[in-house]
């Protein structure tokens, strides 16, 4: 078992600083563009608005400044996922040859790291939403503030909502298999990288391109998390099948 902590704990060496870097900047973008949006208005024309427009506002304000920010920094980190302990000269791939553990075995650890990653920068993109909205609220009218104030944003908002679908569990489930998946197919572009393959780059680029879709989708769409369930599936059958066939060819070698 210490062989293969040791195979994560090179990857979390590898790029674990960097990841968090990414998100102190995106939370730091986030951050500075809301308060550059909000400083436009004074507190007073704020509270005049009423609490109609108030929300309304807190809705326009996510849907167009933190959701470009959501799929710029998931792109980077989707770089940073598929360059991990790559082929070549690179030290840790060097390392990770040296290690007592058989290739297509560091791929599935890799797979877990990334989804770990990944499922890491959803959790933080949720928390500096749910931050931000608590912050617009100290700037409204405390009359139009309930305790349920940030959860109906969540529940109104598309971008909000697909963060964080309260009670709609569908959406979740989507969530975290389209997360897998992702972490799972930037593993196998990887594992290609190192076997010398230039392809690989198609379906973690393809996954990406759905998740950073589903989280505009409507509402009330819920054959979005059904399409979204059953892309993620058919990528995790078409990149392991490779991993399948790179299995077999390693024991017929052995």
Not at 31 to 42: A, N, V
Not at 180 to 185: C, E, K, M, N, R
Not at 229 to 238: E, H, S, Y
Request: aromatic fraction near 12%.
């Amino acid at each position: 078992m210490k062989k293969h902590l040791s195979v994560l704990a090179l990857y979390a060496r590898d790029n674990l600083s960097r990841v968090l870097t990414l998100l102190l900047l995106m939370c730091s973008a986030e951050t500075l563009l809301f308060w550059t949006r909000w400083q436009r208005s004074s507190t007073d024309l704020i509270t005049s608005w009423g609490p109609e427009l108030q929300e309304r506002e807190l809705f326009i304000t996510f849907e167009n400044l933190l959701k470009w920010v959501y799929p710029v920094s998931f792109l980077f980190l989707l770089l940073l996922t598929l360059l991990l302990c790559r082929g070549g000269e690179h030290r840790p791939a060097y390392t990770l040859r040296r290690l007592r553990v058989r290739e297509e075995t560091a791929a599935l650890w890799e797979a877990v790291y990334n989804s770990i990653c990944l499922l890491l920068f959803w959790a933080v993109q949720t928390a500096a939403a749910l931050g931000l909205g608590v912050w617009y609220t100290t700037l409204i009218d405390p009359k139009g503030v309930t305790r349920q104030t940030i959860f109906l944003a969540f529940y109104r908002c598309a971008f909000l909502h697909n963060l964080l679908p309260l009670d709609n569990w569908p959406r979740y489930i989507a969530v975290a298999v389209q997360l897998a998946a992702l972490g799972f197919s930037a593993a196998m572009m990887t594992l290609k990288s190192r076997r010398g393959s230039r392809y690989g780059w198609g379906m973690p680029v393809f996954l990406w391109g759905c998740l950073t879709a589903f989280f505009r989708q409507e509402l009330d769409n819920g054959l979005a998390a059904a399409v979204g369930i059953c892309v993620a599936l058919a990528a995790v059958i078409t990149d392991g099948s490779y991993l399948i066939r790179c299995w077999r060819g390693r024991e017929q070698d052995d």
